[in-house]
């Protein structure tokens, strides 16, 4: 008896000893599991990569990347992350491109619900992908000297960039663990010279020949490249506190951005002896390089800050409310003559530029019933202009009979916009959806006895104060199967508003058809439809398929013919995805959209203009044994301008691009690894705007810009990495 007893507590530990074996396996694969969760990778990879051709033949490629002077580059990333266990503490450091750039680098630490903070550093550089030949002394400078080339061609190259530098820090604190305290601060710097350039014709009727070629028309005129100097610094500050409850989270906060611009303005010189000897000068010598020789006003500083509060409110598990409410004040009042710039109005020291902006929305979604889903939404936007109204001499000289003046306007506005949607679950797995959306716009359009009415007539028939637009939207859904899901959505709107505001010379209230200008296509009665189609299709476990297909229409009519008359758009898609194995997969994608434009111009003819863009890709992934990872893709892509018009037009201007991209890596132990990537890109850029049938645009004094249309370049990088814990 006994020696039955001692046999079954023996079993008994076996089987307690057998349970807990098992549970300690278990914990042996969970811990394994949360190891890799807690204690990421780091890793170090350092490298180098070479780049064919000529900076001339790589511009497109290198306008970004940092690889645009030199043929061989060294690349270093770095991916760090540690927990310490002891006190909970997250570190981060992550950075990327380090020796170009465009490098970028990233410290933070983590308590997790404690707090967080967060060091941030980017750079990029953009290289023209133009080569400008010019005489230019001082290029990017605020007095920069033209001087004249005996040829296009005869000068030297000039290569502008444009560098940007930011720094940004960020602050988290838990207060309770209701209230969370978030802080950003961003300073980044802007600098370099961007292309740019100004210029006059001195053709009839335009209030430029007076002023600029004597009074004499239709004897040409000058442009000129000027580079715009740049040395911009915007300060971006945001705090907010968030809270959470039972049923709401609240958000309230305050955001201010700051611009200031270095520079105030440009002052050409035109007063090199070469110039006296060029030809396209000549003609009205004095008057011509005394107007080019005008200030060129740059970016003025400016500030905007804004106190919000937003959130949400759950009324009960199925109706859920947001709302929002943001008060933003915005100015920019720098002096004129900090800025070097004269000929302001008397007692008028800035634009003193003031606008004011209330911001209010709210939104309601209910489930009323398990089928029914209700949406309901409304944003207000009422932004008060209280900029001064002067008349600012924009033309004047000794040369004129009279200074014209020209008014600035108040832009206030005042906009609504209304949403409301219900979707319901119809019987035999289809889903229907309607909504209604309502917007309307009201503005304040200058008076036309305003001292701006002339000069809006020479570009703008007309301008409306108020606009209102009403769109009406359904959509079917449908599940075929678990591996067919479709559906499409048609979407039709209207746009009206109160009668117009004519501007200019040449109409009376009875034919406003005699109008100059045009009207704002934003503002004129529009039709609009739009069909769209999707569907996702799995004929096997291993292959998908995404379809998506659009066509539009916008039709628009105004008082007068010329403007905006019509726009059409279509688009078509698909995405497919394909699993060979669990270490093979294929990817791939086509797509093609086109948008035509037809315009009506005031002098009786009829443009189109039409945007092709076609692209399609394929790429592969795949493991072939345990050390070895490769992949890579082929893309192409071709957008296409095509400008037609009544008696003719402009030549095409198209963007083709071929990619292949190609990586390995190769494991060279567990903690180690090589990769190489290999990078070939053949583009073609066809403009006319620079050259056309080989001949290259000139300025005034024979400065040219140039961009070599096609380009090859190859790129081949190797880098070894390093991984730890």
């Known amino acids: 008896m006994k020696s039955s007893k001692q046999k079954l507590v023996f079993r008994k530990k076996i089987l307690a000893l057998s349970v807990l074996m098992a549970i300690g396996v278990a914990h042996a694969d969970e811990d394994e599991d949360v190891v890799k969760l807690t204690k990421n990778e780091s890793s170090v990879s350092v490298g180098a990569g070479n780049i064919t051709g000529y900076s001339a033949d790589r511009s497109i490629f290198t306008q970004y990347n940092g690889m645009r002077n030199n043929d061989v580059n060294i690349l270093l990333d770095i991916n760090v992350l540690k927990l310490n266990d002891e006190k909970g503490l997250w570190t981060k450091i992550e950075g990327h491109n380090l020796l170009l750039d465009d490098r970028e680098f990233i410290y933070s630490q983590n308590k997790q619900g404690d707090w967080k903070y967060s060091l941030e550093y980017n750079e990029i550089t953009h290289h023209e992908i133009r080569t400008i030949n010019t005489g230019l002394r001082g290029a990017g400078s605020l007095s920069p000297t033209i001087v004249s080339l005996s040829a296009p061609g005869a000068g030297s190259n000039l290569n502008l960039q444009l560098q940007r530098q930011a720094e940004t820090l960020g602050v988290e604190k838990w207060i309770t663990p209701s209230l969370l305290f978030e802080s950003t601060f961003k300073n980044e710097d802007k600098t370099g010279a961007r292309l740019s350039g100004e210029g006059v014709t001195c053709t009839s009727g335009s209030p430029l020949s007076r002023f600029a070629c004597g009074g004499t028309a239709n004897l040409g005129g000058a442009v000129l490249m000027l580079p715009e100097p740049v040395s911009t610094n915007t ?87 947001t709302f929002k409410y943001a008060y933003t004040h915005a100015t920019q009042n720098e002096s004129f003559s900090s800025m070097g710039l004269t000929g302001a109005p008397d007692g008028v020291s800035s634009l003193g530029g003031e606008v004011d902006t209330n911001l209010a929305q709210f939104g309601l979604t209910a489930r009323p019933m398990p089928k029914l889903s209700l949406l309901a939404n409304v944003r207000y936007e009422d932004k008060n202009d209280k900029t001064p109204t002067a008349s600012y001499n924009v033309l004047s000289s ?108 040449g109409h009376t209230s009875t034919q406003p058809i ?94 189109e203009l039409t945007d092709v ?65 290999l990078v070939h890109q053949a583009s073609t850029l066809n403009e006319w705007s620079w050259g056309s049938n080989g001949q290259a645009f000139a300025y005034t004094d024979n400065t040219t810009v140039t961009l070599q249309p096609h380009q090859c370049v190859t790129f081949l990088g190797g880098s070894y990495v390093y991984k730890f814990r």
């Open 514 to 607: 005699n109008i100059n200008g045009t009207l704002p296509m934003t503002m004129m009665d529009r039709n609009r439809d739009k069909v769209r189609w999707t569907a996702d299709w799995s004929p096997i476990s291993k292959l998908s398929f995404q379809f998506n297909a659009e066509e539009g229409k916008d039709t628009y009519t105004g008082p007068i013919e010329t403007g905006m008359r019509d726009t059409n758009m279509s688009s078509l898609g698909v995405d497919a995805v394909f699993i060979l194995s669990e270490s093979w997969k294929l990817t791939g994608y086509l797509s093609k959209s086109d948008q035509t434009l037809h315009v009506n111009h005031t002098a009786e003819y009829l443009a």
């Open 613 to 677: 863009n076609t692209s399609v890709g394929f790429g592969v992934i795949g493991k072939p044994t345990s050390k070895i990872d490769v992949g890579g893709n082929i893309s192409y892509m071709n957008d296409s301008n095509r400008y037609n018009q009544t008696g003719g037009g402009l030549p095409d201007v198209s963007y083709e691009v071929t990619s292949l991209k190609l990586f390995g890596k190769y494991s060279l132990q567990k903690n180690s690894d090589f990769r190489v990537d």
């Open 398 to 505: 000794p040369l004129t009979t009279a200074p014209t003046y020209s008014n600035n306007y108040s832009s206030s506005s005042t906009k609504v916009n209304g949403k409301i949607e219900a979707a319901y679950q119809l019987p035999d797995h289809y889903r229907a959806t309607l909504g209604v959306d309502y917007a309307t716009v009201q503005r304040a359009a200058p008076p036309t006895s305003s001292g701006a009415a002339t000069d809006l007539g020479l570009a703008l028939g007309g301008l409306r104060a108020n606009t209102r637009e009403v769109g009406y939207r359904a959509e079917l859904r449908r599940s075929f199967t678990d591996t067919f899901n479709t559906a499409i959505i048609y979407v039709h709107s209207q746009r009206n508003g109160d009668d117009w505001t004519f501007y200019g010379n």
């Open 235 to 321: 300060k971006q500050i945001e705090a907010k506190l968030n809270y959470s409850g039972e049923k709401f989270l609240v958000s309230g906060g305050y955001y201010g951005a700051f611009f200031t611009d270095n520079y105030g303005s440009i002052n050409p010189n035109l007063t090199d002896p070469s110039n006296a000897a060029n030809p396209n000068f000549n003609s009205h010598a004095t008057n011509l390089l005394g107007y080019l020789s005008s200030q060129i006003a740059l970016q003025p500083n400016s500030q905007s800050q804004q106190l919000y509060v937003s959130g949400n409110y759950a009324f009960t598990p199925t109706t859920h409310s």
